[in-house]
């Protein structure tokens, strides 16, 4: 269904007409299935609809300058360009919106996004990458308004880097840098501050990025003159237009229902950006919004008539239907004969994408009710269990919730009963939890062969008489063997570039590795983010440094709406293997702290989350990222930069395993359990606790997400029968998230003599000082009297209370 414009200079009347029929049946098609689609959702056939109304005609002419190569970062309401690029059927249509989890129908999330949110597949079924190069491309949606604006900038980033830096194999991913990055964004969503940051650093690095605001004047049931100032996004940013002296951007206005000026302008923004590697921005003007924001309302309670009246007559698809026919291209009868056979076609696709959703269910649905009907022949429930049967047959549309439902409430009627028949029906309700569970809950992480928990460790070796640098020294040899390695490693933050970071990790890198490799940034924490996942979906291996772990609260929507869910989003078929690189643990001050561990671990399910204790375990863990395709936030200890460790000699090389527990203190009595800067203090308090008696183990995390997969921990306790997590961030946070995966996960409680127990720091932020960092945090003497006081639990007359 997709649309191409004719690349010949002169074409004849006759293919030009055969190509504005193409486009109008297209736009005419879109149009029908956001008609038919908001009738299944308001009739309970579907969940909730969000379409594309009023922007077909600006879309199909942004298609036809859209080329193989280039990615889409959009939002919800693009439905006709996936359509006009040959990536979204009518089928597909009505699949996502009756959310089908067969990947294969429903290419976009295999149900797990709602319809509207689109994608293509830059992997294989292996997780390898395809030729991006040979397909158009468009990175996965996200619901936050204005969330795709950070990472449209690194996918533009991307074509800046494959044409200036030199010895990255391109083949996959980059012809000469020639693709151009475009997004959508409506215009009430250009008021968010993610809009705003990511203009501003696009006009900045100067990349090819042309982004669309689709401007109906209204955010749901809010005007424009509520959203932005003069009402009028593009007046405003005026400011932000090149010129001789100046760069900038170039900026286009142009009517949405306009068809003709709408072809023209996409052809001239493409032009400029792909040639001059400039961000352009095209204001569409005059749109409509034929059903209003979503099938939650009806627009009409807070349009006006006489606003509901322009509508009507300016819609985009009424007005090139009146264009065509005034310059002869089709006559009013011929049309209403085209649009009458397209609404049989788009209700002929509905019915399919239903049949190919429900015919499975309805069959799992009689293999239930079977096992239901014979465990009732052979119960003395029987009554109970034929009338969950009954429930479950009369559902004329059956959801396998329904199934499920029916069949584990069955189980109860027999729960002190003995039969074939039961261990008939336990068996399938199992069996089909390991068939269906995934569909809704794999690919949380990469299952390829490059998963970061496939990489094996490879230990630091060092020469005999190996020198004692700063620990900096060693990321810093490290980070350099990366970048003379890898090609495509790239590093860029606040100051990461000319001074070599705050605490000189990469000092003089960038002199060595070039300023787009090494690069400084301005303070922009989430399009830095932004930055590393567009460019990670390309193909390039970005490292994005967020200066200290108290500013990833700037990026932390990002990280967790868009980084962590890639994968799973896409069930496998889209990655962005980006390393967040950050520093933190046991500052000082309220903005300082460095210790939201509870809040981050809670939302950015599906990146690893690492906490190395030294420099040298940070670079194997960089080391092992770089051989994986997975993304990953690894916290730096900020008071370890001067500290003195042995220079390793196979720098680059060694890697550090994420997932597994290290213990680097064997001990019988209790095991502690910590990570960062904190465990210095835990290893100070185990010496001092040796002299009253007291032989501690210790265990290192290092890896929190994923946490201890062997599983050591539970391994530790069932020798020393005793437990303490020692955690600087607050009570609930991080501690609570260990002591959850000991308890409940390793069924560690079986072994335990005593109350396991937390110690974290007080409720507020730390204090400013030394001082404040004392009375705030865990500190020597708080893990040294919180160990003693569980041995004085144990044994009083051993350890005799302290106070």
């Known amino acids: 269904m997709n649309t191409n414009s004719k690349t010949k200079t002169e074409i004849t009347f006759d293919d030009f007409k055969t190509e504005v029929l193409n486009d109008y049946k297209l736009a005419v098609t879109s149009r029908e299935c956001s008609l038919l689609g908001r009738r299944e959702v308001l009739t309970g056939k579907a969940k909730f609809g969000i379409f594309g109304d009023g922007k077909e005609i600006p879309q199909i002419a942004w298609a036809k300058a859209f080329k193989n190569g280039d990615f889409r970062s959009g939002y919800y309401r693009d439905q006709t360009f996936m359509m006009a690029i040959g990536e979204l059927t009518i089928e597909q249509f009505f699949a ?16 797990r996004q709602m319809g509207g949110h689109f994608t293509t597949h830059s992997l294989d079924k292996n997780g390898e990458w395809k030729n991006l190069t040979e397909q158009k491309n468009s990175s996965a949606d996200i619901s936050p308004t204005a969330g795709q604006m950070p990472r449209l900038l690194g996918l533009a980033q991307a074509s800046k880097i ?21 997004g959508t964004i409506g215009n009430a969503s250009t008021s968010e501050g993610l809009f705003f940051e990511t203009i501003n650093a696009a006009g900045v690095l100067q990349v090819p990025m042309v982004i669309s605001i689709w401007d109906d004047q209204y955010g ?31 900026i286009f206005r142009v009517d949405g229902w306009n068809y003709p000026e709408l072809i ?32 939650s309302g009806s627009h009409e309670r807070y349009k006006n008539q006489e606003r509901l009246k322009w509508e009507a007559e300016y819609d985009c698809n009424a007005q090139m239907r009146l264009w065509m026919i005034a310059n002869n291209i089709a006559t009013d009868e011929e049309l209403t004969a085209l649009e009458r056979s397209i609404k049989k076609t788009v209700r002929e696709g509905k019915k399919a994408a239903w049949a190919a959703i429900i015919n499975p269910i309805i069959a799992e649905r009689k293999e239930a009710l079977v096992l239901l ?17 009954n429930e479950l047959e009369g559902f004329n549309e059956p959801l396998r919730k329904n199934i499920l439902s029916a069949t584990r409430k069955a189980l109860r009627y027999v729960v002190s009963e003995t039969s074939p028949e039961k261990i008939a029906l336990q068996n399938w309700i199992t069996n089909y939890f390991e068939i269906i569970q995934p569909k809704y809950s ?49 590093i860029f933050g606040e100051d990461a570039g000319y001074i070599g970071d705050v605490n000189q990790g990469l000092e003089g890198l960038q002199e060595k590795h070039g300023a787009l490799r090494v690069a400084d940034t301005g303070i922009r924490e989430a399009t830095i983010i932004g930055q590393g996942i567009g460019m990670a979906m390309r193909g390039l291996r970005p490292i994005a440094e967020i200066q200290y772990l108290d500013y990833i609260m700037y990026a932390l929507q990002i990280m967790s709406d868009d980084l962590a869910t890639v994968q799973y989003r896409t069930k496998g078929r889209q990655k962005a293997p980006l390393i967040v690189r950050t520093r933190g643990h046991r500052l000082e001050g309220i903005w300082h702290s460095g210790s939201q561990m509870g809040g981050i671990l809670n939302l950015i399910r599906g990146i690893h989350l690492l906490v190395p204790r030294n420099m040298t375990k940070a670079a194997g863990f960089y080391n092992t990222l770089l051989d994986s395709d997975e993304p990953a936030l690894v916290i730096e200890c900020l008071n370890g930069y001067r500290l003195k460790e042995k220079l390793p000699n196979n720098i680059g090389e060694f890697k550090t395993p994420i997932g597994v527990v290290e213990t680097i203190r064997e001990g019988n009595d209790i095991t502690l359990v910590s990570y960062g800067s904190t465990l210095r203090l835990v290893e100070k308090a185990a010496k001092e606790l040796v002299q009253v008696g007291i032989d501690a183990e210790i265990i290192d995390v290092q890896s929190l997400l994923p946490f201890d997969i062997n599983h050591d921990i539970v391994k530790s306790i069932s020798k020393t029968n005793r437990v303490m997590i020692i955690d600087e961030d607050v009570s609930g946070g991080g501690s609570a998230y260990i002591l959850n995966e000991i308890l409940n996960k390793q ?17 507020h932020r730390p204090a400013y000082g030394t001082d404040g960092d004392y009375f705030s945090k865990p500190s020597t003497e708080d893990i040294f009297e919180a160990v003693y006081d569980v041995m004085n639990e144990s044994n009083p007359s051993n350890y005799p209370k302290l106070r």
């Open 747 to 763: 069924n560690a409680f079986q072994y335990l003599d005593s109350s396991p127990k937390t110690l974290t720091s007080k409720q």
């Open 220 to 250: 749901i049931s809010v005007h424009a003159r509520h959203q932005t100032t003069k009402e009028n996004i593009s007046e405003i940013l005026k400011g932000f237009q090149r010129n001789e002296k100046e760069k900038g951007y170039e």
């Open 96 to 111: 996502g919106l009756y959310a089908d989890t067969d990947l294969s129908n429903e290419p976009m999330s295999a149900g």
């Open 264 to 295: 023209d302008t996409y052809q001239r923004a493409a032009k400029i950006s792909r040639k001059e590697h400039i961000p352009v921005m095209i204001h569409v003007q005059e749109l409509t919004q034929p059903q209003g924001h979503s099938t």
């Open 373 to 389: 009907e014979n465990l009732a022949t052979s119960s003395t429930n029987s009554a109970f269990i034929t009338k969950l049967k």
């Open 162 to 182: 494959y044409r200036e830096v030199d010895g990255i194999d391109t083949t996959k991913f980059s012809k000469e840098g020639n693709e151009i990055a475009w």
């Open 442 to 490: 794999s690919h949380l992480h990469s299952q390829s062969e490059q998963s970061a928990l496939n990489q094996t460790e490879i230990l630091p070796t060092y020469d005999p008489l190996a020198e004692e640098v700063d620990g900096r020294v060693v990321l810093r040899e490290n980070f350099d063997a990366i970048f003379s390695n890898y090609p495509e490693a790239l």
